[in-house]
């Protein structure tokens, strides 16, 4: 479905870009040996090349450097065995050197591709580089109402900064895009994804036009740390801009920041272009040099990623493409549901109860599947009780309760409350015969041609048996009797 703006001259396009910031997962930063860990004392972390201190020389990282190439092809992106970091000349308070170490014109990643499975198809978002960087520190305005604090933990932090080509065109591919690279950097293990604590930012890039026409002026805005956020920024902003053009104004290039409280994005600064950081190859530091069996060594590593996933979830458990998505888009989840096949038996009722009951207590309790109250051996076993006719369906919600509630094996709580499934056709056959004689007047009915009348005679023959009659053999009867 194509996303438009209505307007008074026609309908509107957005054109949205996005560069995105991820925190390689390394023990060390990218040019020292200092710590990295999230939470630690302000300037804790801190050695004397973050801090800029003289004479203090940059060495690279050849972990950070490892992580960046395996994104990279995680990406299926080229990847550039020359690339050079450079100095791009910026101040900021918490940027001590007054210059970042980044990479312009010969990043180490080139072009790759993301793949969205969107309601109306695939569609594929071009990337047009990545390349690392060095984080700034953090300034903290919350501390004293008169002072900013520095704290330079997070100063030459390793950085991927992943830019997409303007190819998406909505806030909701924006939103598939953003989870789809977050899950495909968590499988490769090279960023947590975790946007609450910045190991994640996004920076968007957002004009509109009428569609057909050349590129226009585009707004950045810079550091959401939310997918829901930048999703609500970039609708803001569109229209915003669509306004300011029906006006008979014009847009500025420019960052704005968004603000969450009102939904609304404001001016930050005009927009540096590139020439205007005076970017130069770093003297500090020769240009990076990798080799093809460096990159071949790394992608023998690579796990199976989410598409790649998706589609043997389908081929070998016969899963619908939606439930497959669902079961990929985060590694955890994806394990613990070929736990439960693999101890249930039947793939699709796995996929049920993983995709709908688990994850209905997961997001009652507030819980990752990590914390599951069921482990997925215990589920597979429940699976494994519906599959066989052990018990129905609606019986095993009421075991499923009692082992998050209470732990326990299925097959042990099934056991002791007496829920195994009545499958005696005789059994089952005297508590028709005897609904259907308490009865009458509504045999007659569906004798009489209410077929409703059918679905209340298998409830009572229900509630006979305690909900453990067989329910196809419960039909089956009943439709003999009654006919």
């Known amino acids: 479905m194509t996303y438009l703006i209505e307007g008074e001259s026609g309908d509107w396009e957005v054109v949205i870009g996005l560069e995105v910031h991820a925190q390689i997962t390394s023990e060390a930063k990218l040019f020292s040996g200092a710590a990295t860990a999230f939470g630690a004392e302000p300037n804790s972390q801190v050695s004397l090349v973050d801090a800029a201190m003289p004479g203090m020389l940059p060495v690279i990282n050849e972990h950070c450097v490892a992580q960046a190439v395996k994104t990279g092809l995680g990406l299926n992106a080229e990847i550039n065995l020359h690339s050079v970091f450079e100095r791009k000349n910026y101040f900021y308070p918490d940027l001590p050197q007054g210059y970042q170490i980044s990479q312009f014109q010969y990043p180490v990643v080139g072009a790759g591709v993301v793949v969205l499975d969107m309601p109306e198809g695939l569609r594929e978002i071009g990337i047009e580089r990545l390349h690392m960087e060095q984080d700034a520190g953090k300034?903290?305005?919350?501390?004293?109402?008169?002072?900013?604090?520095?704290?330079?933990?997070?100063?030459?932090?390793?950085?991927m900064e992943i830019v997409s080509k303007p190819d998406l065109r909505s806030p909701d591919e924006v939103?598939?895009?953003?989870?789809?690279?977050?899950?495909?950097?968590?499988?490769?293990?090279?960023?947590?994804?975790?946007?609450?604590?910045?190991?994640?930012?996004c920076d968007a890039n957002v004009s509109v036009r009428h569609p057909g026409?050349?590129?226009?002026?585009?707004?950045?805005?810079?550091?959401?740390?939310?997918?829901?956020f930048v999703m609500q920024a970039i609708e803001f902003e569109a229209r915003r801009q669509v306004e300011l053009y029906e006006d008979g104004g014009e847009v500025?290039?420019?960052t704005r920041?968004?603000?969450?409280?009102?939904?609304?994005?404001r001016s930050m600064r005009s927009k540096?272009?590139?020439?205007?950081?005076?970017?130069?190859?770093?003297?500090?530091?020769?240009?990076?040099?990798?080799?093809?069996?460096?990159?071949?060594?790394?992608?023998?590593?690579?796990?199976?990623?989410?598409?790649?996933?998706?589609?043997?979830?389908?081929?070998?458990?016969g899963l619908s493409a939606g439930d497959a998505a669902q079961l990929v888009a985060?590694?955890?989840?994806?394990?613990?549901?070929?736990?439960v096949v693999s101890a249930g038996g039947d793939a699709k009722l796995a996929a049920n109860w993983t995709i709908h009951e688990l994850s209905a207590v997961l997001n009652k309790q507030g819980l990752d599947i990590g914390d599951s109250p069921v482990d997925a051996e215990a589920l597979g076993k429940l699976v494994g009780l519906i599959a066989d006719g052990t018990i129905s369906g609606r019986i095993a919600k009421d075991v499923f309760e009692v082992m998050i509630d209470e732990g326990g094996d299925p097959e042990t709580i099934v056991a002791d409350k007496s829920l195994k499934q009545i499958t005696d056709t005789g059994e089952i056959e005297a508590v028709i015969d005897q609904v259907i004689a308490d009865n009458p007047e509504q045999a007659e009915q569906f004798r009489g041609g209410n077929p409703k009348v059918g679905g209340w005679f298998v409830g009572q023959v229900m509630r006979?048996?305690?909900?453990?009659?067989?329910?196809?053999a419960v039909n089956e009867l009943l439709k003999k009797k009654l006919g």
């Open 213 to 228: 026409e050349e590129l226009r002026t585009r707004a950045e805005i810079k550091n959401v740390n939310s997918v829901r």
């Open 175 to 201: 939103g598939a895009y953003l989870r789809k690279l977050r899950a495909i950097l968590r499988y490769l293990g090279t960023c947590d994804g975790n946007m609450e604590q910045g190991s994640l930012r």
């Open 252 to 254: 500025t290039q420019e």
């Open 330 to 339: 985060e590694q955890e989840t994806a394990d613990y549901f070929e736990v």
């Open 464 to 472: 006979a048996t305690g909900g453990k009659a067989n329910p196809a």
């Open 139 to 159: 300034s903290l305005h919350d501390q004293d109402p008169k002072r900013t604090f520095i704290d330079l933990n997070r100063s030459g932090v390793a950085l």
């Open 272 to 317: 540096e272009e590139a020439h205007d950081y005076r970017y130069f190859p770093d003297p500090d530091l020769l240009p990076l040099d990798i080799t093809q069996d460096f990159v071949d060594e790394i992608s023998a590593t690579l796990p199976e990623l989410p598409d790649a996933k998706k589609a043997r979830f389908i081929d070998a458990y």
């Open 257 to 265: 920041l968004y603000d969450p409280n009102t939904g609304e994005t």
